[in-house]
């Protein structure tokens, strides 16, 4: 059974930073991409990051490029996003989601969910 379970949220002062953990269970990283989104109270779902299959591809939306890293570590099954220099619009729950896919990564498509770790941004 395919699962994710999102941890490392937390509240943080702005321009602190925290590291968000997605444990996968089920599955092999190395046939599935893994995509990073958030939803803050009112607003639709967006998509921050994903990485590809073999982890040789990342993508970002504009908000986050050069504060947010995401990474993977196949050995664990473990994709982690680190996020520095956080602002308060940054807050929101946070999901991991993946998707059986090869080649580039793209932020949309995703199939399977984990339940979502907040992460609130705030002095």
């Known amino acids: 059974q395919l699962q994710l379970v999102e941890s490392g949220g937390g509240l943080v002062q702005p321009g602190g930073s925290l590291r968000l953990s997605c444990a996968a269970s089920g599955f092999a990283l190395d046939y599935y991409h893994i995509g990073w989104f958030r939803q803050a109270p009112g607003k639709e779902r967006e998509g921050v990051s994903c990485?590809?299959?073999?982890?040789?591809?990342?993508n970002y939306t504009n908000s986050v490029k050069g504060r947010f890293t995401i990474s993977r570590d196949g050995a664990k099954n473990m994709v982690y996003l680190q996020m520095n220099s956080l602002k308060p619009e940054d807050t929101a729950i946070y999901y991991c989601?993946?998707?059986?896919?090869?080649?580039?990564?793209?932020?949309?498509?995703?199939?399977?969910w984990g339940q979502g770790t907040q992460v609130t941004v705030s002095s």
């Open positions: 989601a993946a998707v059986r896919r090869f080649g580039v990564c793209i932020l949309f498509g995703y199939v399977y």
């Open positions: 990485i590809n299959n073999h982890g040789g591809n990342t």
